[in-house]
């Protein structure tokens, strides 16, 4: 038998075990504890994430303590400190759908991505034990940068899921479950890598000393990889060898410094297509280490008019971001504060 | 749930994102982060 086809039994089986679930997950578990060098940057590779139970979305939390002496920051980056986790990369071997890049998203993007789809949804991020405000509009560093400030102890968690976005409720969970994580369909092979990044990723720290050191001031920074499993109860072996496949890839341009009507910016693949993200911003150019990349700024007046055209057709016509955002916004019922500008990220989603 | 059924268009059909440009800067710097599935639902 083909892996989608399902006799009839087998189906109504699926649906009796479907209509049990109740959507409540089991809770964070660690997987991994590492320790990372933010001095001079850093990738940090787990061991292969085991699958106990299928996996329905992963947490890093990131732990340490910057000191800022001698001069402030001369700017620090709007996406401080979550930027210096410059890349999140998830990598696997489906046993249907072959080698597949699950994640590829820098740090800054992925800690604000879920909040864009409910009101509780993105990272944490706590500084001196105080809880940073939410990305808004403007976005702004939660990270001073200042000596007076100093020293920042950062304890931040980003939230990975794996599957779409479809709500917090029980009913939504259903549907996300399609997508969690199997053994059957993995196996060992989920390999998750952080390039960590050094002083520049929080801006241009010309003329002050910059000193990274564990949470507290001892040892070294720490990451700590957590996964969430899901339980599927009576509906557990239901996607055995057909769990689909949730792909959140994040692209970096720099070819559209110049004005320009209805230019292309990227071709799109043809895939089943959820949602598109656009960040559109200023990059940080001073004290920049090799490889980083650091936004000075973030800004909804450098894009408009941004849609999905097939061949010469818009699959959702667009000629006014701010708009488009607002009624994104009120889709999913999340915050969007006050409309001042430059404020922080647009979002398309498009629908058949 | 609603998608882009990018699977289901004709050989040779073109999909891309554009957008005007209103600002000019060397440092202008854009990200796109595309959220696309296989399987599961959409098999």
Request: proline share 4%; charged share 15%.
């Amino acid at each position: 038998m083909q892996p989608n086809n399902i006799s009839a039994q087998q189906a109504l089986q699926a649906l009796d075990a479907s209509n049990s679930l109740v959507g409540r997950n089991q809770g964070p578990e660690l997987l991994n504890s590492s320790t990372v060098d933010l001095t001079n940057g850093a990738t940090v590779t787990p061991n292969f994430l085991a699958i106990r139970r299928p996996i329905a979305e992963l947490l890093i939390r990131l732990r340490f303590r910057v000191a800022v002496t001698v001069a402030n920051y001369v700017a620090v980056g709007c996406e401080a400190p979550q930027n210096i986790l410059q890349r999140i990369i998830l990598t696997g071997s489906h046993a249907q759908y072959g080698s597949q890049t699950l994640f590829n998203m820098t740090g800054a993007t992925a800690f604000l991505y879920p909040s864009l789809f409910s009101a509780r949804g993105g990272g944490s991020l706590l500084i001196n034990d105080v809880l940073a405000s939410r990305p808004g509009q403007p976005i702004t560093s939660s990270f001073l940068g200042t000596t007076a400030g100093s020293p920042y102890d950062v304890d931040m968690t980003f939230r990975l899921p794996m599957a779409p976005f479809v709500g917090i409720g029980s009913q939504s969970k259903k549907q996300a479950a399609a997508f969690w994580l199997q053994a059957a369909d993995w196996g060992d092979s989920l390999q998750l890598s952080m390039l960590f990044g050094d002083k520049s990723s929080l801006g241009n720290s010309t003329g002050s000393t910059v000193t990274f050191s564990g949470y507290g001031g001892t040892g070294n920074p720490t990451v700590d990889v957590f996964a969430v499993y899901g339980l599927l109860g009576g509906l557990r072996d239901a996607f055995n060898g057909r769990g689909g496949v949730c792909i959140r890839n994040e692209t970096i341009m720099n070819a559209f410094t110049a004005l320009a009507t209805g230019t292309k910016l990227q071709s799109l693949q043809k895939r089943v297509t959820l949602n598109l993200l656009v960040k559109s911003g200023l990059l940080e150019t001073t004290l920049q280490s090799a490889g980083i990349t650091t936004f000075a700024s973030l800004s909804d007046r450098q894009l408009d008019a941004t849609q999905v055209i097939q061949d010469s057709k818009a699959i959702r016509p667009n000629v006014a971001n701010i708009v488009a955002k607002d009624w994104m916004a009120n889709q999913f019922g999340v915050d969007n504060p006050a409309r001042l500008l430059p404020d922080v990220v647009r979002r398309q989603r498009a629908t058949r | 749930m609603t998608a882009l059924r990018g699977d289901q268009l004709d050989p040779g059909t073109q999909l891309d994102l554009v957008s005007n440009v209103l600002t000019a800067s060397a440092n202008n710097r854009q990200t796109i982060v595309a959220e696309t599935v296989i399987g599961g639902l959409y098999s």
